[in-house]
């Protein structure tokens, strides 16, 4: 079994200054399931559950949410109209079932983003807070980016534009790229506008995360850009995609550039 999307979420939360403490995959069983929610409060501020928001008596981390949260569950009537108009949309029938999908624990807000059918949730657990999103993982990316990543930065009271870049390596050992950007890394701990992290992906090589702070977007962009530029420059072809690029697709899209197969 390959979690990708907690992989990918935790890609997202250093941006923010927040630290990914635990990664759990539990089966879908209440019990287990409620006890591994209520000990994710006790240890953390913040929890990220995907899955289990389909149509089907399977689906029950909306039901795992509400016992967490000690409350009960209503039906969301904009949720109920939101759903119908995706199978009108698409020219289908709404099996009645799909309507469970509507259902949210009382004090829960649902996400402005329904890429598919299953609602995300933010829900608050006294000062914490628990976010529910679909385990599919296009419909987990867009509402994390859309709504989950703003919402944090608004409880945390974030104003400045705080965004990453991440740059792909292969060929070099941790140790030899740290030892490669070492000077830089000194540079920027003595005052730089960004700051540098390695982040070892077995097969999918090392990753060298850029991370900085302005005041706007183009502020931040432009001490991005500058800061990969630097880092390009000290690495060299080592370097062979940028943040979501998989070596896969890197070597797909060159082969397409160069009219080949």
């Given at each position: 079994?390959?979690?990708?999307?907690s992989?990918?979420i935790?890609?997202?939360?250093?941006?923010l200054?927040?630290?990914?403490?635990?990664?759990s995959i539990i089966?879908?069983?209440?019990?287990?399931?409620?006890e591994?929610f209520?000990q994710g409060?006790k240890?953390s501020?913040?929890?990220f559950t995907?899955?289990?928001?389909?149509?089907?008596q399977?689906?029950?981390?909306?039901?795992?949410?509400?016992?967490v949260?000690?409350?009960?569950?209503v039906?969301?009537?904009?949720l109920?109209?939101?759903?119908?108009?995706?199978?009108?949309?698409?020219?289908r029938?709404?099996?009645?079932?799909n309507l469970?999908?509507?259902?949210?624990?009382?004090?829960?807000?649902?996400?402005?983003?329904?890429p598919?059918?299953?609602?995300g949730?933010?829900?608050?657990?006294?000062?914490?807070?628990l976010y529910?999103?679909?385990?599919?993982?296009?419909?987990m990316?867009?509402?994390?980016?859309?709504?989950?990543?703003?919402?944090?930065?608004?409880?945390?009271?974030?104003s400045a534009v705080?965004?990453s870049?991440?740059?792909?390596?292969?060929g070099r050992?941790?140790?030899g790229l740290?030892e490669?950007?070492?000077?830089?890394?000194?540079?920027?701990d003595?005052?730089?506008?960004s700051?540098l992290?390695?982040?070892?992906?077995?097969m999918?090589g090392?990753?060298?995360?850029?991370?900085a702070?302005?005041?706007t977007?183009?502020?931040?962009?432009s001490i991005?850009d500058?800061e990969?530029?630097?880092v390009?420059a000290?690495?060299?072809?080592i370097?062979?995609?940028?943040?979501d690029q998989?070596?896969?697709s890197?070597?797909?899209d060159?082969?397409v550039?160069q009219g080949?197969?």
């Amino acid at each position: 079994l390959t979690d990708t999307n907690s992989a990918w979420i935790a890609g997202r939360l250093p941006a923010l200054g927040i630290e990914l403490q635990w990664v759990s995959i539990i089966g879908d069983d209440l019990p287990r399931l409620t006890e591994a929610f209520k000990q994710g409060m006790k240890r953390s501020d913040i929890i990220f559950t995907t899955g289990g928001l389909g149509p089907t008596q399977d689906d029950i981390t909306r039901e795992v949410v509400a016992e967490v949260m000690g409350v009960g569950m209503v039906r969301d009537q904009a949720l109920v109209e939101r759903i119908e108009a995706r199978f009108g949309g698409r020219g289908r029938t709404m099996p009645a079932n799909n309507l469970r999908q509507a259902d949210v624990p009382v004090g829960a807000t649902a996400m402005s983003e329904l890429p598919g059918t299953a609602p995300g949730l933010i829900c608050p657990v006294g000062e914490k807070v628990l976010y529910t999103v679909p385990g599919v993982p296009w419909e987990m990316r867009e509402m994390i980016e859309g709504t989950v990543l703003s919402d944090l930065r608004e409880r945390a009271g974030i104003s400045a534009v705080i965004r990453s870049r991440t740059l792909r390596t292969w060929g070099r050992s941790e140790s030899g790229l740290a030892e490669q950007l070492a000077d830089e890394i000194d540079r920027l701990d003595a005052g730089g506008a960004s700051t540098l992290a390695f982040l070892a992906s077995g097969m999918e090589g090392l990753k060298v995360r850029i991370t900085a702070k302005a005041a706007t977007d183009a502020e931040v962009e432009s001490i991005l850009d500058d800061e990969e530029a630097k880092v390009r420059a000290i690495i060299g072809p080592i370097v062979f995609g940028l943040d979501d690029q998989t070596m896969e697709s890197v070597v797909l899209d060159e082969l397409v550039a160069q009219g080949l197969t």
